[in-house]
């Protein structure tokens, strides 16, 4: 079963406002990652974070994680255009190697 | 510098007609993993290698089939296509160092259509 659901399921911004996606998940996880993916092309790793870890930042990218609730967000700040594309997050958890995909957030920034 | 490549980029197979999808990487993890992604949804994983050791999902139809012949290369062969199989194939590696799980690399895709 999909362990993460992600929210909103589009959302649509102005460029230069800032976007925040949330995930949820069910069970205990060792980390949590993030994906964005440009249309009809592979993922691309974005960060990730550890359980043990309460908030990240990479460049233009805020990611916080509430091992409590069973969720994470992520900000993405002064957003571009070139930002479109879908988001994901991922867990892991115990010793699995795999991860299990969250139903993504599409994201569309207007010029 | 290509780290995930995946041949062909797009692929069209009849019904029925088998089809073999190739991934390789330049990256030498040890962790390769198939993914089916069908029209805005989520990455399904379909099985993995954990060096030659081949780790199926229990949903993964037995249509499906993998082959690592070594680090490098790791094949996704269909041995009956239907039409619900038409989806993105998408490879990716990982590293997996003692029992850590690290970010996945994910090549381009292969876009397959059934006709």
């Known amino acids: 079963s999909q362990q993460g659901e992600e929210d909103p399921q589009a959302l649509s911004i102005q460029e230069g406002e800032n976007a925040t996606m949330n995930c949820s998940y069910k069970t205990s996880i060792n980390n949590l990652q993030w994906y964005r993916q440009n249309s009809g092309r592979g993922l691309v790793h974005l960060i990730l974070i550890r359980s043990n870890e309460r908030e990240k930042h990479s460049g233009r990218l805020r990611v916080t994680l509430d091992t409590s609730k069973k969720s994470s967000s992520l900000l993405i700040t002064a957003s571009r255009a070139a930002d479109t594309a879908s988001y994901f997050c991922?867990?892991?958890?115990?010793?699995?190697?795999?991860?299990?995909f969250g139903s993504g957030t599409q994201l569309t920034v207007l010029p | 510098d290509a780290m995930v490549i995946q041949n062909p980029r797009y692929q069209v197979t009849q019904f029925g007609k088998p089809v073999t999808l190739s991934c390789s990487q330049t990256l030498n993890h040890n962790v390769m993993y198939w993914y089916q992604q069908k029209s805005s949804q989520a990455p399904k994983l379909l099985f993995h290698y954990y060096d030659k050791d081949f780790n199926n999902e229990a949903d993964t139809p037995d249509n499906f089939q993998s082959r690592r012949p070594n680090t490098s290369f790791c094949f996704l062969d269909i041995r009956s296509p239907g039409l619900g199989d038409a989806a993105m194939y998408l490879c990716a590696t990982s590293r997996d160092h003692s029992g850590a799980a690290y970010e996945q690399y994910f090549g381009p895709g292969t876009r397959l259509t059934v006709t």
């Open positions: 991922a867990t892991r958890s115990g010793s699995a190697r795999q991860l299990t």
